[in-house]
């Protein structure tokens, strides 16, 4: 078993960062991708970005490309998501989550979730 716990989120204005933390507990973490997915109010949970167990790989969803960076500190059991540059489209309910090894883009391939931490961008 992995257990998530996610923090960092909160009301900030247009143009504002943030830097999301979702720290694991339990088995080995350093075995699993994680993904960071968002869901806004009446939409689908989506992807936005995740890296594989090494840190070697990384993906991005187009609408947070060149905002948005993810790392992972193995030895923290942590992974991080910076997000820059955040706008009103960004608001959203941020879950991590952890799958074995390699980086895969549905969320029903994640096998442990975090709660989940608000994200609120206003105008």
């Known amino acids: 078993q992995v257990q998530l716990v996610e923090s960092g989120g909160g009301l900030v204005q247009a143009g504002a960062s943030l830097r999301l933390s979702c720290a694991a507990s339990g088995r080995t973490f350093s075995g699993y991708a994680v993904g960071w997915f968002r869901q806004a109010p009446g939409k689908e949970r989506e992807l936005v970005a995740a890296?594989?167990?090494?840190?070697?790989?990384?993906y991005y969803a187009d609408s947070v490309k060149g905002r948005f960076t993810i790392s992972r500190v193995n030895a923290r059991n942590t992974v991080y998501l910076q997000m820059n540059s955040l706008n009103v489209e960004d608001t959203a309910v941020y879950y991590c989550a952890a799958r074995p090894t390699a980086i895969k883009m549905a969320p029903g391939a994640y096998d442990y979730w975090g709660q989940g931490t608000q994200v609120t961008v206003s105008s």
């Open positions: 890296i594989n167990w090494s840190g070697g790989s990384t």
